[in-house]
């Protein structure tokens, strides 16, 4: 068998990468810049990467997956328990519209996704990357200014919740009730994110500001939605004389708009506060990652604030479900394109292409740097914890005995 070495072009197993120019091991992604080796027509712009999710390259960043979407740090191994938990949500939701259950309702409602995504903390070791303070903090900032700001505005919107969706409120409340509230409130929602960022900022990477952002949203978002609808735990355990309809949209609403934009627009916020550049490239384009992200928040905060029109309006009440599934489907969208974003051109480990590293995304054992020469995966998609337990025990190649590959 002939083992002659290829002495013309560039080191063996090396190729030049076509954008950041610089030569790296071969494979399917540069490992320094995450863009593909070989240029494709469906790729797109190469800063994009359009066609593989920092977080789960084997999806399109444009795929609505409402899991690697606001679950990103988690192993595609993991998900499928979070996507059950989702399906678990939405059933519970639609069994007490069903049954004319409002208390369990509004309890499912504010409570689900928030619970769900505690667990997920748990799962993608944030408990462990980040310190419990820092999430502790987090959290109960986020819980007292949502229970404080509908105790504070509770005198100007209790009409409208008491009566239901879709009864709306008329004349000069309309600007006050649809727009000051609602803007006020979302506000507050990303107090917690700019606290936290300011006096216990720690170590910066996107994801850990995505799941504070996250974190101190959702919190806010289900004090404030159990505070506010908490009369209508005194009309019983079933709402016999409550219109079916009425429920069934107030549970799209408050069960999974509400909180999916909520996460989404404090994510995004979390990523721009904790988003950091590599050092090489701080003076390359320095603050336009940082913009984009902050433009897609600032474009889904304001369709978020205008659904107030919406709410205290006499709109149809499938229209109100309809534009508040719409905008939190956009705010999903703009979170995995802006955490794509943030992984793709974030600062990275110390780059040490000659150790090898177990990629938990494709399970290929790849150079360790900045992306998976394999997959494309952002090494920084997975925890610290994670990142380093693959470092301290390496793969380690294993040759085989002279003569054992002969026939």
């Known amino acids: 068998m002939s083992t002659e070495p290829d002495t013309d072009g560039p080191t063996p197993g090396m190729v030049e990468c076509r954008v950041c120019k610089t030569e790296?091991?071969?494979?399917?992604y540069c490992g320094l810049c995450g863009i593909p080796l070989s240029e494709h027509r469906a790729d797109g712009p190469g800063w994009l990467r359009a066609t593989a999710y920092s977080a789960s390259p084997g999806e399109h960043l444009f795929l609505p997956n409402i899991v690697s979407s606001l679950f990103p740090h988690l192993s595609p191994s993991s998900r499928?328990?979070?996507?059950?938990?989702l399906l678990v949500i939405l059933a519970a939701l639609v069994a007490t519209s069903l049954f004319r259950l409002p208390a369990a309702l509004i309890t499912v409602a504010a409570l689900g996704l928030p619970l769900l995504f505690l667990i997920y903390l748990q799962e993608s070791d944030v408990y462990d990357d980040v310190p419990t303070g820092t999430l502790v903090a987090t959290a109960g900032l986020g819980i007292g200014l949502g229970v404080g700001w509908v105790l504070l505005t509770g005198a100007v919107v209790a009409q409208a919740y008491d009566v239901g969706l879709g009864v709306g409120i008329a004349g000069s409340r309309i600007l006050r009730d649809g727009l000051g509230v609602p803007i006020g409130g979302v506000v507050l929602m990303l107090v917690p994110a700019l606290v936290v960022r300011l006096v216990r900022p720690g170590?910066?990477?996107?994801?850990?500001?995505?799941?504070?952002?996250?974190?101190?949203?959702l919190m806010f978002t289900a004090a404030a939605q159990m505070t506010r609808l908490s009369p209508q735990f005194a009309g019983g355990m079933i709402a016999r004389s409550r219109p079916m309809n009425g429920l069934i949209v107030e549970a799209g609403i408050r069960g999974v708009a509400v909180p999916l934009t909520a996460a989404a627009v404090g994510g995004l916020i979390g990523t721009?506060?904790?988003?950091?550049?590599?050092?090489n490239k701080k003076h390359q384009h320095r603050h336009y990652v940082r913009l984009v992200v902050a433009v897609f928040a600032l474009v889904v905060l304001v369709l978020y604030a205008g659904l107030g029109l919406v709410d205290v309006a006499r709109m149809p009440q499938l229209l109100q479900l309809t534009l508040h599934l719409g905008v939190a489907a956009a705010a999903l969208l703009a979170l995995r394109v802006g955490l794509h974003l943030a992984l793709l051109h974030e600062a990275h480990d110390e780059?040490?292409?000659d150790q090898p590293l177990l990629c938990q995304y494709c399970g290929h054992v790849v150079p360790d740097m900045a992306f998976c020469v394999a997959c494309g995966a952002a090494t920084r998609a997975s925890s610290r914890s994670s990142r380093q337990a693959r470092r301290e025990i390496r793969p380690v190649r294993v040759d085989t005995e002279p003569g054992t590959d002969d026939a």
């Open 24 to 28: 790296v091991p071969e494979g399917e």
């Open 80 to 85: 499928k328990p979070f996507l059950v938990g």
């Open 203 to 217: 170590q910066r990477e996107a994801l850990d500001g995505f799941a504070i952002g996250a974190l101190g949203a």
């Open 272 to 279: 721009v506060l904790w988003f950091t550049r590599p050092e």
């Open 351 to 353: 780059i040490l292409s």
